[in-house]
């Protein structure tokens, strides 16, 4: 691909990005993104064959720029806990600079097997990466704690997906509180 293709490419993908988020996969037509884009219609189709294909495309470099940070992240951070906060920060931060987006999440076509195949290697790369942090700490069942780990974060994205007053002070709450109920339990916070 050229230069000139590749950034036709990004456009396309930006625009998708955002018209998803706004109206959900099902709401959007093709003509919505590629007036955002500013190309012609037949233009999107030199790149993608159809909605669902573009669609995947959009969802595959969210997920893996998501994976990509995170694992930067916690390759920065010494230490278990240090590197717990790395994970629920970038969590949550990911939900938090999307929130205006949210219909990319349940506004999706749910019965693309190409999709949810991805979706499957995206959440096994994600545990796989909370795991690794857990067993370099020497936690016993470190793949239930990924999961019991994650499971915490995953809630706490619909409060910020839903909550349209959620602010960057209750998030960096949240992280905190959770990083520590997943340490040490609900003990601390009744003594």
């Known amino acids: 691909m050229s230069g000139a293709q590749r950034e036709k490419h990004e456009a396309i993908l930006d625009s998708a990005f955002e018209i998803f ?13 590629t007036e955002h884009a500013g190309i012609a219609k037949g233009t999107m189709y030199l790149y993608f064959k159809s909605k669902e294909e573009l669609f995947i ?3 595959r470099r969210d997920w893996d720029t998501f994976l990509r940070n995170l694992n930067y992240r916690v390759k920065h951070a ?15 931060e990911y939900y ?21 195949k991805m979706m499957h290697g995206f959440l096994t790369r994600y545990m796989a990466t909370v795991k690794d942090v857990l067993e370099e700490a020497g936690m016993p ?25 959620f602010t960057r002070e ?21 003594n």
């Not at 069942?141 to 007053?165: H, N, Q, S, V």
């Open 57 to 59: 495309a959009v969802t």
């Open 170 to 190: 209750e998030l960096e709450l949240r992280v905190d509180q959770t990083v520590r109920l997943f340490l040490r339990g609900s003990e601390g916070e009744l």
């Open 21 to 33: 988020g706004q109206k959900g996969f099902y709401e959007t037509k093709i003509s919505d993104i």
């Open 141 to 165: 069942d470190p793949d239930f704690y990924a999961k019991a780990f994650i499971g915490m974060l995953d809630r706490l994205k619909m409060d910020i997906l839903f909550e349209g007053d």
């Open 96 to 116: 938090y600079e999307r929130k205006s987006h949210g219909k990319l999440f349940f506004h999706a076509p749910n019965n693309d097997s190409e999709l949810m």
């Open 78 to 92: 010494d230490g278990l806990l240090p590197k717990l906060r790395q994970v629920a920060e970038h969590h949550l």
